[in-house]
């Protein structure tokens, strides 16, 4: 197993390349099963190998991938009272807020629902971590 960003070698268990920090199967610059630099990053096959390169996606709230702008929108109109687009995004404090708002005096459901506004608008870009949100 090679890390696909840098092509170090990863152990069975590793999650993350101790050389370049990527998660294991995040990056198109090397084969995962080989380790061989692949040329053309929108190949579908190892060109060494024949090992499929396509990415094997999983939804990963933590880290790597860019949130989505339409998922967090929509959550935080649809169950803003609930924080759970701020959970999403990372803010979790914020998200905690609004829940204990909600059930003190339903004031979080206005607040979630102007945020999920805000968020679709493009008023609000980024994500906790200060990583700009995905279309
Ligand atoms: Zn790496
Ligand atoms: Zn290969």
Redesign the pocket.
Known sequence: M???????E?KENASV??????SRGV?KK?CENCGYAVENENASVCTNCGASLASKATINFGQGENKSRLIAGLLGILLGGLGIHNFYLGYVGKGIAQIILSFCCGVGWIWGLIEGILILCGNINEDASGKPLDK
Do not use: E
């Open positions: 090679y890390c696909k960003n840098c092509g170090n990863l390349c101790l050389n370049c920090g990527v990056g090397f």
